[in-house]
């Protein structure tokens, strides 16, 4: 897929309408004098394009060196003016009748919010697995994501730009890196999503393991208990030397074992809430993962628009709500083991409940004896001891299941990694890798007279894990050669995936690109324009080479005067 244009509009006009080409397309500034051309949303029109393909609608206005603060006027201005944002794509530049995508979005939420595939409606749950069942039907429901799979395609964020392979979150782990990274290299794979989800299991258990032993190990919790015995059976000895009548003598005993009882039905009810709060707090996180808006302040700036538009199109609702089923769906898988959780502690309270009935019985039976006083200093020492020996062996009951789940989990990955690092798995992943890198190395031979290349590792991590670990060779650690790598890297990729037919985007988004050599900026522009493939950088104009500084370049010029949302003009009507 190519992207055809961009259109920015209101209800009343269209804002601005931006073609593309094939080859390499500009985004530049008109700055002048002293002015920087920054601020003057070169970038944002990246992120437009992101925003149409699903990412989150704050990208476009909030502050990117401070995500908690955002840019109110532009933020005001989408919103109160009911701003859509239309990006048409296509399979063929040239060819009218070929294949087309159109996308709408806005920025309005709930019902307000314009989330459109085709002139279809989607809600915010629905409208990725649409992007997926048009662009990596394959994928659907399955991992790496629609996301995750064109993460390379859109560079604008630090960590895209600043890193090769790493082109997700700083939270990303090297098994979602490794799964992405085997789809895109077309190694079929089926068990990836599998392996997250095991490894989110064994990681979860750890947690829990932790809270477990926050005081002490499991071996430390054994050798108390020992003692504890020891201690129980010498106070036994004790108190059976007292002169206590047949009657009180089995009270005591009663009690002592009620009381024991009681403690480790306590600590076990405790440990079953310290599990299930576990799980609801891995829940919550997931929870407010969930992208909530102020549907009431969008309805106002809605109908303020309505009347001047004749057209709104829709853009944020469905995002919303697709992201938040993928978390929905996340939080019921974590949320499957809470209703037994639930069972087990209402059953161990009421009998928690009918024991402590029991004790409040014998407590009083014993306390009306003779020898009470000289009971109690034992009776409170036996209490403590039971006390102690019921929540140690609660404690090493929770952790012996705990290191049975995780062996139970590890089994698991053995039998997927045993296939995934098989011999004959390995020689397609090798086979695909140099497959790549006839590519790679190439591209880069024209950039630099040198050859790149893409390598993996088999690696263990710090869990003991088994990884592959995708990297590529970089002799060069400067910011303008890495910027080349990064951009032969995608111009490689994007013809392996059409030599191999791997479903892949056609276009590749830039930023920063004045942080390259003048040389290594031509020869790209020269390799993409012969290639066919849609490179689409944001840059400086006065860091433009002379050879690039042409008007046919060109698909927007943004000013001081005149900036991408025109955001002076519309306040000035």
């Known amino acids: 897929m190519f992207i055809k244009k961009i259109v920015i509009s209101s209800p009343l006009e269209v804002i601005r309408e931006i073609p593309f080409h094939k080859g390499i397309n500009l985004i530049v500034d008109e700055a002048e004098g002293q002015v920087t051309g920054n601020s003057v949303g070169k970038t944002t029109v990246l992120k437009l394009v992101d925003f149409c393909l699903g990412a989150k609608p704050k990208i476009i206005y909030e502050d990117p060196e401070n995500k908690k603060e955002s840019y109110t006027l532009?933020?005001?201005?989408?919103?109160?003016?009911k701003i859509s944002v239309c990006l048409h794509l296509t399979e063929d530049l040239d060819d009218e009748q070929a294949r087309s995508v159109v996308i709408e979005r806005n920025f309005l939420s709930r019902k307000n919010a314009i989330r459109k595939i085709d002139s279809q409606s989607y809600s915010e749950t629905e409208f990725e697995n649409k992007l997926t069942e048009l662009f990596f039907p394959s994928q659907i429901g399955k991992k790496p994501t629609f996301r995750q799979i064109i993460s390379h395609n859109i560079r604008y964020s630090d960590m895209s730009v600043s890193n090769t392979l790493k082109t997700l979150d700083r939270y990303t782990s090297d098994a979602e890196y490794e799964t992405l990274y085997l789809f895109l290299l077309g190694c079929d794979f089926?068990?990836?999503?599998?392996?997250?989800?095991?490894?989110q299991k064994i990681q979860q258990e750890d947690v829990f393991k932790k809270r477990l032993e926050k005081v002490q190990t499991k071996s430390a919790y054994e050798a108390a208990l020992a003692l504890i015995d020891i201690e129980i059976k010498d106070l036994n000895k004790k108190k059976s030397?007292?002169?206590?009548?047949?009657n009180f003598e089995e009270d005591l005993d009663s009690l002592n074992k009620l009381r024991y009882h009681i403690n480790l039905k306590s600590s076990e009810i405790g440990n079953l809430n310290i599990r299930k709060g576990l799980i609801e707090e891995t829940k919550g996180e997931l929870t407010t993962a969930a992208s909530n808006v102020d549907l009431f302040q969008l309805g106002l700036v809605y109908k303020q628009a309505s009347s001047k538009i004749d057209d709104l199109q829709k853009t944020f609702e469905e995002l919303v709500i697709y992201h938040n089923q993928m978390v929905s769906e996340r939080i019921s898988?974590?949320?499957?083991?809470?209703p037994s959780l639930e069972e087990k502690i209402r059953k161990k309270d009421a009998d928690l409940k009918r024991l402590l009935r029991r004790e409040r019985e014998l407590a009083e039976l014993v306390s009306k004896s003779d020898s009470f006083e000289e009971l109690e200093i034992m009776i409170a020492n036996l209490n403590a001891k039971y006390r102690d020996k019921g929540e140690y062996e609660s404690i090493i009951s929770q952790l012996d299941e705990v290191e049975e789940n995780i062996k139970a989990y590890e089994s698991d990955l053995r039998d997927i990694d045993?296939?995934?690092?098989?011999?004959?798995?390995e020689a397609i992943v090798r086979q695909q890798v140099n497959k790549f890198n006839e590519h790679f190395s190439a591209t880069s031979e024209v950039l630099y007279g040198e050859r790149y290349a893409l390598k993996y590792d088999k690696v263990v991590n710090k869990k003991g894990q088994k990884l592959y670990k995708f990297s590529a060779f970089n002799t060069n650690f400067s910011s303008g050669k890495k910027q080349g790598e990064i951009s032969c890297?995608?111009?490689a990729y994007t013809n392996f995936a059409d030599e191999e037919n791997i479903p892949c985007m056609h276009f590749l988004l830039n930023d920063k690109k004045e942080l390259m050599h003048d040389n290594q900026l031509v020869k790209i522009a020269d390799l993409v324009n012969n290639s066919g493939i849609q490179f689409?950088?944001?840059i400086l104009r006065d860091k433009l080479p002379d050879e690039l500084n042409c008007e046919d370049y060109f698909i927007v010029k943004l000013s001081e005067n005149d900036k991408l949302f025109r955001i002076e003009s519309q306040e000035k009507k």
Do not use: H, M, T, W
């Open 489 to 491: 890297f995608d111009i």
């Open 241 to 246: 030397a007292l002169s206590i009548n047949e």
């Open 333 to 338: 898988y974590i949320s499957k083991e809470l």
């Open 190 to 199: 089926s068990k990836g999503s599998a392996k997250q989800e095991i490894l």
């Open 418 to 425: 045993n296939e995934l690092f098989s011999d004959e798995f």
């Open 74 to 81: 532009v933020r005001d201005y989408l919103v109160d003016n």
């Open 536 to 538: 689409v950088a944001s």
